[in-house]
């Protein structure tokens, strides 16, 4: 197919993006670069753009005949969106309700949509399906929420296929150490623990430990990038028309102390690490329930356990220690 990723040159786009082009399909990425790394895409494959552009955007999806579209470009910070929540209502729905249009008006029938746990909220249950209900807690919650139930009128109105995968704590790298998680200002854990083991910050910061779980710290599902790069794939083959959503995650928890150990073992290094007061809003434990996309798309993990993806962010990490500037 013809593929599309709007907001590509990000970290699960260009991960998305490498194993497309493995798997035959011809990639174009468009993206504003206002978070992406023009270096992990190819030039050919790249037009710089905003999503605000209709224009752009819809001479794009005509001139290079774009049979299918995903959609990575959202702004993704939970704290920032409750500061700033016309940045993210603008961004992440108007502008993907501007997408969903340029699809429906040039006949596109395909889309794939980046979204996220965080359209549960609080959870009331211990492993989270996706009849769980959806009570996001923050503006960037709910603006993933809106999207998928503009998708879903969008897929019933105009016979789309739109397909949500909900993220849970995306993690690692390539395999071949060439590209890996890069954010500005980084906010995820394991690249966190990793920069403080290799001293390019000074230490980590644990939030809270009194939480009611085994060793008092939170407890999340983590994910290898590659295998959410794989769940686009499989759901960008797979024709099935109208809209449905897939949890993706491994199934398994990992709390912070139990990441901080592993980065430990994997480098060799101590994390130095400084205990603060709980965050507001942060649950003691987020665990996916992944059946689903196992059963509907033959979707598993390949990289099951907490190790395999820690290594191959730390051999990334310790090869790239200021990200791709250095």
């Known amino acids: ?143 993933k929420w809106m999207i998928e139930q503009v998708m879903a009128d969008y897929a019933e109105a105009y016979g789309l296929s739109c397909t949500a995968l909900r993220y849970f704590n995306a993690a690692g790298a390539a395999s071949d150490g060439t590209i890996g998680e890069d954010h500005t200002p980084e906010t995820h854990l394991i690249p966190l623990a990793i920069q403080a083991a290799l001293g390019v910050r000074p230490e980590l910061a644990i939030f809270g430990e009194d939480y009611p779980t085994p060793d008092g710290t939170c407890i999340r599902d983590f994910i290898h990038v590659t295998d959410l790069a794989l769940a686009h794939a499989l759901a960008l083959e797979d024709p099935t028309p109208g809209y449905r959503a897939f949890n993706l995650g491994n199934g398994h928890g990992f709390s912070v102390k139990e990441i901080v150990q592993a980065v430990e073992r994997i480098s060799g290094k101590t994390v130095p690490v400084r205990l603060a007061a709980r965050r507001p809003g942060d649950p003691p434990r987020l665990v996916a329930s992944s059946e689903q996309i196992r059963q509907h798309l033959g979707w598993q993990a390949s990289f099951p356990t907490l190790d395999a993806i820690i290594s191959s962010a730390w051999q990334w990490h310790s090869s790239h220690p200021q990200g791709y500037g250095g």
């Open 1 to 143: 197919m013809k593929i599309l990723l709007v907001g590509g040159a990000g970290y699960i786009g260009s991960h998305t993006y490498r194993l497309l082009l493995d798997r035959g399909h011809d990639v174009l990425v468009y993206d504003n670069l206002s978070s992406g790394h023009r270096c992990v895409i190819s030039p050919p494959h790249l037009v710089v753009g905003d999503l605000a552009d209709q224009h752009l955007l819809d001479h794009t999806v005509l001139s290079n005949r774009i049979e299918a579209v995903v959609h990575f470009a959202a702004h993704a910070q939970v704290g920032e969106s409750v500061t700033h929540p016309s940045k993210y209502y603008r961004n992440n729905v108007v502008n993907s309700i501007q997408l969903l249009e340029c699809l429906r008006k040039n006949g596109v029938p395909r889309l794939v949509f980046s979204s996220s746990a965080a359209v549960y909220g609080n959870p009331q249950q211990e492993i989270i399906d996706e009849n769980h209900p959806k009570l996001p807690i923050n503006p960037y919650g709910r603006t």
